[in-house]
């Protein structure tokens, strides 16, 4: 059995009366990327912090490569780099000097730490921008290069605590190239974020914390299979017929039918006793057609992991427009 990157029991961090982080368990493969998911206070980040030492914790054990977070802190730092939220590098300098400036912090000579941000700026896509102030950067590519400061020194495991918020998709995408590119080069990769679609891409399994405690650990696949057999998405041609739909379909199917965003846009979680989801699924289209309501387009697959966050959490998580 390969060597655990993370391994957590009963993790524990209390604030005040605050019992943010409430009796963690986790156990993350060596290799690959590990989604943590959960809503906003889950203690996704305060977990973070206390397995990269950052933090420590009230009780319980974690370890990272065998080397415990409390008593071989520094053994622990050795092996791992955290990108938060916001980029942390001196606006002021421009990205050669930032990359620089960490290089020889990390004991790099001069020559070598120029050498080694000069790699780094052009494997990030960032050379014409090297002499520019990062406070010039745009958000795209302050991700970037926050994310290359933090594998000057490449760490076996790398923590990014939502590293795509409020970019746009172009940017999103080249982080996420960035990520792969990480992982195919050994790199281990815990990662939280808020866009499920994210975690869908990358992450080969996935842990759901809720108020401090995790509710449900797996693939994907896994964790959609968990929530029911299937899910229906109908997409109406009258928006104005959707609540006499809404009530149809929930007859039709014996399950609740949910109003998306989209005006003319309705889906459906199929219980796991639907003996023949497929024969289901027609006969309640056939009686929209009786009824004189047309249906633009619908389709039938596994639940979205939108839909498995809200029947684990009980919230909807909205993927926020760039």
């Known amino acids: ?49 206390m397995l990269a030492t950052l933090l420590v914790p009230d009780g319980g054990t974690a370890t990272v490569f065998g080397a415990d977070v409390r008593r071989a802190a520094d053994r622990v730092r050795s092996m791992v780099s955290l990108t938060g939220q916001f980029a942390s590098l001196d606006e002021d300098l421009s990205g050669t000097e930032n990359l620089v400036l960490l290089a020889r912090l990390l004991g790099y000579s001069r020559r070598a730490a120029r050498t080694r941000a000069d790699e780094l700026l052009t494997a990030f896509g960032l050379a014409e921008a090297a002499q520019r102030q990062v406070k010039a950067y745009s958000g795209g590519m302050r991700r970037r290069i926050d994310i290359a400061a933090s594998i000057v020194t490449t760490p076996r495991l790398l923590f990014l605590d939502e590293p795509t918020t409020g970019l746009d998709p172009r940017s999103r995408n080249q982080v996420w190239d960035i990520v792969r590119a990480l992982v195919a080069h050994g790199t281990t990769i815990l990662l939280t974020t808020q866009y499920l679609d994210e975690a869908d891409q990358l992450a080969d399994r996935i842990a759901v914390i809720d108020k401090g405690t995790l509710i449900a650990e797996g693939t994907t696949g896994e964790l959609k299979a968990s929530v029911g057999t299937g899910a229906v998405y109908v997409r ?73 966050f809200l029947a684990l959490t009980g919230e909807h998580v909205k993927e926020t427009a760039a």
Not at 6 to 12: F, K, M, N, P, Q
Not at 273 to 294: K, M, Q, R
């Open 236 to 308: 109406l041609a009258e928006p104005g017929q959707r609540e006499s739909a809404r009530a149809l379909l929930a007859g039709a199917l014996g399950t609740a039918v949910r109003a998306e965003a989209d005006p003319a846009e309705l889906s459906a979680r199929l219980a796991d006793s639907t003996a023949d989801p497929t024969a289901t699924v027609a006969a309640a289209l056939g009686l929209l057609a009786e009824s004189g309501i047309p249906v633009a387009h619908f389709s039938l697959g596994q639940p979205s992991l939108d839909e498995v």
């Open 1 to 49: 059995m390969s060597e655990l990157a993370i391994e957590a029991s009963g993790l524990v961090k209390v604030f005040g009366t605050n019992r943010a982080v409430d009796g963690v368990d986790l156990a993350v493969p060596d290799g690959g990327v590990y989604g943590f998911l959960g809503p906003n206070g889950a203690g996704k980040t305060t977990t973070i912090r």
